[in-house]
């Protein structure tokens, strides 16, 4: 393969193991969006935890798998408690208090991996069995790499047959559409949001432990994704899982041929295209309005 060809391959998988971590951070965040109405301004935060507690599984057990199995679900069950304790109680009180509460507790997480962990930048270790190089197309590409897009498309799919293929998925659905008249048939819809709540929540924890060994982990990682997730949200269309992917997948791509070519530019590329988008579809490629 001549260097040019390569070069536009690696960049190519480069963005698609990005856009595929942005795909589950912003699919949780349109998931809980679109079934509780709530624009959860803390998910990136929750995203960041997981990280973090991957650091401290790691350290105890000296497994990465372990960590991936661990750091989400403890993870998931913090977003579970979250939006019993306190997100529940402020039901009724608008968009206004949800998005005062969860910046609240994005502060909060913030603050508390500062006192628990300190504001060094963390390095984690790619697992033995992921490292090394796989061949595509006669180029030789890290597997851990790989791993990532595998991973991220498994979790999504994962999502999607629970939604479509599951009763409990056709409750969530049903409960968008009319949760009173959900309600009103028996369902217990504050036991489904709260386990909506907490599967978004441990989607954005596999991603925070699948891209720590990529990114490294500091303080400011949920600023880092929690931005580039919200705009993904924004162009794809609030509430739309097609709409999250398809966007999640350009911004990747965008993203990496964009520091290859126009390195300067590239940090301001994704909010260039958030705002053509907007002109011209303000609800999103793939919203609808209500």
Request: glycine content about 12%.
């Given at each position: 393969?001549?260097?040019?060809?390569?070069?536009?391959?690696?960049?190519?998988?480069?963005?698609?193991?990005?856009?595929?971590?942005?795909?589950?951070?912003?699919?949780?965040?349109?998931?809980?969006?679109?079934?509780?109405?709530?624009?959860?301004?803390?998910?990136?935060?929750?995203?960041?935890?997981?990280?973090?507690?991957?650091?401290?599984?790691?350290?105890?057990?000296?497994?990465?798998?372990?960590?991936?199995?661990?750091?989400?679900?403890?993870?998931?069950?913090?977003?579970?408690?979250?939006?019993?304790?306190?997100?529940?109680?402020?039901?009724?009180?608008?968009?206004?208090?949800?998005?005062?509460?969860?910046?609240?507790?994005?502060?909060?997480?913030?603050?508390?991996?500062?006192?628990?962990?300190?504001?060094?930048?963390?390095?984690?270790?790619?697992?033995?069995?992921?490292?090394?190089?796989?061949?595509?197309?006669?180029?030789?590409y890290p597997i851990y790499r790989l791993f990532i897009i595998v991973m991220s498309l498994a979790v999504f799919c994962l999502m999607v047959v629970i939604l479509y293929?599951?009763?409990?998925?056709?409750?969530?659905?049903?409960?968008?559409?009319?949760?009173?008249?959900?309600?009103?048939?028996?369902?217990?819809?504050?036991?489904?949001?709260?386990?909506?709540?907490?599967?978004?929540?441990?989607?954005?924890?596999?991603?925070?432990?699948?891209?720590?060994?990529?990114?490294?982990?500091?303080?400011?990682?949920?600023?880092?994704?929690?931005?580039?997730?919200?705009?993904?949200?924004?162009?794809?269309?609030?509430?739309?899982?097609?709409?999250?992917?398809?966007?999640?997948?350009?911004?990747?791509?965008?993203?990496?041929?964009?520091?290859?070519?126009?390195?300067?530019?590239?940090?301001?590329?994704?909010?260039?295209?958030?705002?053509?988008?907007?002109?011209?579809?303000?609800?999103?490629?793939?919203?609808?309005?209500?």
């Open positions: 393969m001549d260097p040019v060809t390569a070069m536009y391959v690696a960049q190519t998988m480069n963005g698609l193991a990005y856009g595929m971590v942005l795909l589950l951070v912003a699919s949780g965040l349109t998931l809980i969006f679109g079934m509780m109405g709530i624009l959860n301004l803390a998910h990136a935060s929750f995203f960041m935890l997981s990280a973090y507690i991957c650091i401290t599984v790691l350290n105890v057990t000296g497994s990465f798998w372990a960590a991936l199995l661990i750091a989400p679900v403890l993870t998931a069950l913090f977003g579970i408690l979250f939006e019993r304790l306190l997100l529940r109680k402020i039901h009724g009180a608008g968009h206004i208090g949800e998005l005062i509460l969860t910046v609240g507790m994005m502060m909060i997480i913030m603050d508390s991996v500062k006192i628990f962990w300190g504001t060094d930048t963390y390095f984690i270790n790619i697992p033995p069995s992921l490292k090394g190089l796989v061949s595509i197309f006669g180029m030789d293929k599951t009763r409990l998925g056709m409750i969530v659905r049903a409960g968008v559409s009319d949760a009173e008249m959900v309600g009103a048939v028996g369902i217990d819809m504050p036991l489904v949001s709260m386990l909506v709540f907490g599967f978004g929540t441990w989607m954005a924890g596999v991603a925070g432990v699948i891209i720590a060994p990529i990114l490294q982990v500091f303080p400011g990682l949920a600023d880092q994704m929690g931005m580039d997730a919200f705009v993904v949200v924004v162009v794809g269309g609030f509430g739309s899982l097609l709409g999250a992917f398809v966007s999640a997948i350009f911004f990747g791509l965008l993203n990496s041929f964009g520091i290859q070519f126009i390195p300067r530019l590239a940090p301001v590329l994704m909010f260039v295209c958030m705002v053509l988008v907007l002109s011209f579809k303000p609800m999103g490629l793939f919203g609808e309005r209500e």
